[in-house]
Nanobody
């Protein structure tokens, strides 16, 4: 069983910054890509960014490009999302996603429970 623990969400004023963290734990042999998605009310879940095990990031086609930065610490099994210049449109539930092989060498994907980010004055 693999668990993802997300943290760092909350209320921030427009123009502010937040850093989200997501730590994976459990029966993991190896972690491949890690990523962040978000879902705003009434909208579909959208990709923000993914990062490979080698640390190569890829960003989705969204307005977050240039304002959000993804990174990871493999020894801590943690992925981060640094969010700058936050706008009200960034208000959403943010989910982390981890692709991994368990100790039986089975490939699987885990999702975090989500952390709320609210941008408001």
């Amino acid at each position: 069983q693999v668990a993802l623990r997300e943290s760092g969400g909350g209320l921030v004023q427009p123009g502010g910054s937040l850093t989200l963290s997501c730590e994976a734990s459990g029966s993991i042999l190896r972690i491949n890509a890690m990523g962040w998605y978000r879902q705003a009310p009434g909208r579909e879940r959208e990709l923000i960014s993914t990062i490979t095990s080698a640390g190569i990031p890829k960003y989705g086609d969204s307005v977050t490009a240039g304002r959000f930065t993804i990174s990871r610490n493999n020894s801590k099994r943690t992925v981060y999302l640094q969010m700058n210049s936050l706008q009200s449109e960034d208000t959403a539930v943010y989910y982390c996603n981890v692709q991994y092989y368990d100790r039986s060498a089975n490939f699987d994907v885990a999702w975090g429970q989500g952390t709320q980010v609210t941008v408001s004055s």
